[in-house]
């Protein structure tokens, strides 16, 4: 039974330590998201990434799964804001377990992306291949048990994977985060037999000690064939 690590059992929501709160207190993301208003310190891990590999655009239509509190919506509002406060040019839907805090123009959808019914809601929503860019920071409740939690992430990115694929057009992006550790190489595979062209990114915002790592993949490859028809259909998800 060994813990993967950086890996913080989130299950168990134990009070956090003195030394978390301390690095929390003293961390320069954290300040950093205080001060421009982002719900959590991991906006700055979508910042990073979008400044090296420019994924978002203006006009975008973008799914982000796993949204809560919010601080990825917020960027990915913040990119497709039309000036003097008009609106977005583009569309995002936002989906997670939990509850979250409307944030202007972000249509949200409360779900478990495991469930069919959830699915099929997001499916209906957003439609055919019309996103532009699918992000995930989807995390599972961690037991701490090392192959249950890896098996947990590998689903999870299954999953957006295979959203991704039934939904993006032919230049879309896919960003996961991920866990680098057991059946991640699975995952680095997966990713290969999906996308024409695949990158590892670990952001400077995401804690030195962590094994969190996020995968992008761009342009789906049309040999790829994603899993489930309920995701599949319904309405189309237009930028315009
Ligand atoms: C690290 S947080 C995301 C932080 C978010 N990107 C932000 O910037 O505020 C991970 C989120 O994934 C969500 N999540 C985990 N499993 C999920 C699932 N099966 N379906 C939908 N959301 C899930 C959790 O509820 C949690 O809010």
């Given at each position: ?43 700055f891990?979508l910042i990073e990434?979008d ?190």
């Open positions: 039974m060994r813990k993967q690590p950086g890996y913080r059992a989130m299950s168990k929501r134990r009070k956090p330590g003195r030394a978390w709160l301390a690095r929390h207190i003293d961390d320069p993301y954290v300040k950093r998201a205080r001060a421009h208003g982002y719900r959590s310190r991991a906006a891990k990434i400044a090296r590999d420019r994924l978002i655009r203006p006009g975008m239509a973008v799914v982000d799964l796993g949204s809560a509190p919010g601080a990825w919506s917020q960027v990915l509002r913040e990119r497709l804001a039309r000036p003097g406060g008009a609106g977005i040019d583009g569309r995002i839907v936002a989906l997670d377990l939990l509850p979250m805090e409307p944030i202007a123009d972000v249509t949200f959808l409360q779900g478990d992306l495991r469930d069919e019914a959830t699915l099929r809601q997001l499916a209906a929503t957003v439609g055919g291949p019309t996103l532009d860019l699918v992000v995930s920071d989807m995390a599972p409740n961690l037991s701490g048990v090392a192959a249950a939690d890896a098996a947990r992430m590998i689903d999870l990115v299954e999953l957006a994977v295979a959203f991704a694929l039934a939904h993006l057009k032919p230049d879309g992006a896919l960003l996961v985060k991920c866990f680098h550790g057991s059946g991640y190489s699975q995952l680095v595979e997966l990713f290969g037999h999906s996308f024409v062209r695949l990158a590892v990114r670990k952001p400077k915002a995401s804690r030195a000690g962590s094994a969190e790592t996020y995968l992008l993949g761009r342009s789906p490859k049309a040999t790829a064939v994603p899993a489930g028809a309920a995701m599949q259909g319904g309405a189309g998800l237009d930028a315009s």
